[in-house]
């Protein structure tokens, strides 16, 4: 339950907040319970520390480098302290997972959870509790002050996820950081990278060097193209890891291997190597079923991939096999799904792959828009009576490259436009006939890449949709309601400003 303080206004002109002055909190995503103490507040100052004890990861030293930008202050980051004018981070055997549980007082601001993930979970929520410039880059006058609270949170779904194709268009290393923090404010865990599409292969592979210096040489529209080395993908993985979200890679395969096929004559059925493709068609594509060549990449491939990758997950894509026969389709995910497991990981996949011959423990990703019992559920249905579970990003939700309404300069309208509220309002558990809360992992929103090239692009697509999704995956379902929601969400912009995160001011929600 969210209990608020009515009609406390943000301090004005300047003036130090009285501590009946404190805005009241709005949190996304909404935590499980929130209770404000009335009358009470914490305010950091020039003396307040920060004690990460032990086991606390890297939870104090990012809440550290966040507020030490815009306050100023030096908030030294200790593994013990006093109970006065400090932030408190500890464990606790009372919590578990990625559960935590905060409290701010007069004299200090206590959070605890079983693991140093639910630390980091939980710092996020700190972060929203103070004024939005804290969230800038630069130094502010502040004051940096809390109200008092009571917060009780653990999420709805393990699997919280984004999705970036850096295929259609390649986006740095810095790039892709940029996007880990901005998700990681909204407790997001799982990053899906899309490494591969007929546009572009983005990773570099030991004995397969054409992939990336030819297949990976250009873009939608003919631009230059790029890839990650395995360096690359390493720092990408780490800096994921310090925010405790865990890199899924995907291959994609059957189809969307345009840019592989156009490096190596001999993946092709024909021998001939198709040219580079620089449009926006799919479907066209497919490796060569029958040729053991193509299995030998996929080994070398998926192999690397796995000793780079700590996370459990191999994404072998499956979607839009539109030049793939159904019988090949279930040979090629047939002799696929067994090298991820050779390699000790877990196959991941769109919901297509149910259609095949998967592993129990499989994650199937739902991208179809139909819903109930229509047409294009049945793979789910398929994938769950494998002993699959289900990571739900339908595309007239959680799509974060549809167009918000038909002015949007950027993104696609295939699935419809998705305003604000379509992302919010649908629940994972209730979308498809056959695939209930117990079946599904939980939600991912995917963003395509083939109309955006710049950070801008991605934040002004992401946000505020993003966090429409975050809120999904992480707030128990009884406890949502647009009505609320977007009131949370309007409070969110200005700390985009202060961050300078370019967003949609989408006409649904009453900016401040
Ligand atoms: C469908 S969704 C695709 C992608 C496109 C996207 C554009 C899915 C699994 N495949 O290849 O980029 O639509 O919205």
Redesign the pocket.
């Known amino acids: 339950a969210l209990v608020s303080v009515p009609g406390a206004p943000a301090s004005a002109g300047g003036l130090p907040a009285s501590p009946a002055a404190v805005a009241t909190p709005h949190v996304v995503p909404a935590p499980t319970s929130l209770r404000t103490v009335p009358g009470v507040s914490f305010t950091l100052t020039r003396k307040t520390r920060i004690v990460a004890r032990p086991g606390s990861g890297t939870a104090g030293s990012y809440l550290a480098g966040v507020l030490r930008r815009s306050t100023g202050y030096p908030l030294p980051v200790t593994v013990s302290g006093g109970s006065r004018d400090v932030i408190d981070l500890a464990l606790s055997r009372n919590e578990k997972g990625e559960g935590y549980r905060l409290a701010v007082t007069k004299a200090s601001v206590r959070l605890e959870a079983g693991t140093a993930e639910g630390l980091f979970r939980g710092v996020q929520t700190l972060r929203q509790l103070l004024p939005p410039s804290v969230e800038s880059p630069t130094r502010k006058p502040g004051p940096w002050t809390m109200p008092g609270v009571q917060v009780e949170d653990s999420p709805r779904f393990a699997w919280r996820g984004i999705m970036l194709?850096v295929s259609?268009h390649f986006f740095t290393v810095q790039q892709v950081e940029r996007y880990i923090d901005q998700a990681a404010a909204y407790k997001i865990n799982m990053l899906h990278l899309h490494l591969s599409?007929d546009q572009g292969w983005r990773i570099a592979i030991n004995g397969w060097p054409r992939l990336t210096t030819y297949g990976g040489s250009t873009a939608v529209g003919g631009g230059k193209g790029g890839y990650y080395t395995q360096a690359d993908y390493t720092r990408i993985v780490r800096y994921a890891a310090e925010r405790y979200m865990t890199v899924v890679p995907e291959i994609d395969g059957p189809g969307?291997t345009n840019a592989a096929l156009a490096s190596y004559a001999q993946l092709n059925c024909d021998g001939k190597a198709p040219p580079l493709y620089t449009g926006t068609e799919?479907g066209f594509s497919s490796w060569c079923i029958a040729k053991p060549v193509t299995y030998e990449l996929l080994d070398d491939v998926l192999g690397q991939l796995a000793r780079l990758t700590p996370g459990p997950y191999l994404h072998i894509g499956g979607?839009?096999a539109h030049s793939t026969t159904p019988a090949d389709y279930a040979t090629f995910i047939g002799k696929v799904a067994p090298i991820v497991g050779k390699y000790g990981k877990k196959v991941a996949g769109?919901n297509e792959i149910g259609a095949g011959k998967i592993p129990a423990g499989s994650v199937a990703q739902y991208?179809n828009t139909a819903k109930g019992s229509e047409d294009g559920t049945q793979t789910a249905r398929d994938a769950v009576a494998q002993g699959a579970k289900v990571v739900m990003s339908p595309?007239n939700h959680a799509?974060l490259?549809m167009k918000y309404d038909e002015n949007t300069p950027l993104g696609?309208d295939?699935?419809g436009l998705v305003e604000v509220q379509d992302s919010y309002d649908w629940d994972p558990a209730t979308l498809v006939d056959g695939v209930t809360e117990k079946n599904v992992l939980g939600v991912e929103a995917?963003l395509?890449s083939?109309t955006l090239v710049t950070s801008d692009d991605i934040e002004y697509m992401a946000f505020p949709r993003l966090p429409a999704i975050a809120e999904i995956g992480w707030s128990p379902q009884a406890a949502r309601a647009w009505s609320d929601f977007r009131l949370r969400l309007a409070a969110q912009g200005p700390r985009w400003t202060a961050a300078g995160v370019h967003f949609y001011r989408s006409p649904q929600v009453p900016w401040p």
């Open positions: 194709d259609r599409d969307h799919v979607d839009e769109w991208w595309a799509y490259d696609q295939w699935a995917p395509w083939e």
